[in-house]
């Protein structure tokens, strides 16, 4: 059972898509997807147009969050 372990991560990612959701369609948020390697801490997120983030994190919910961060501020560099 979760219980309330992952209460921030969710949170995080909750307030995350609040920004992502002005700067992408339904399509690209549907598409984006993260993986977490079972027994490690490594993790992944594929994101819109082929964005790719590699990291460290402890659920999906943080594997989304810290990815759409990441592709963010991709997006203010441009």
Request: with cysteine; proline share 1%.
């Amino acid at each position: 059972m979760m219980g309330n372990s992952h209460r921030i991560c969710r949170l995080l990612l909750k307030i995350v898509m609040q920004d992502v959701v002005k700067y992408t369609t339904v399509a690209q948020r549907k598409a984006a997807w993260g993986h977490k390697t079972s027994g490690i801490r490594t993790v992944e997120f594929h994101g819109p147009d082929g964005f790719y983030w590699t990291g460290q994190g402890c659920c999906l919910w943080a594997t989304k969050a810290n990815g759409w961060m990441a592709w963010l501020e991709r997006g203010e560099e441009q």
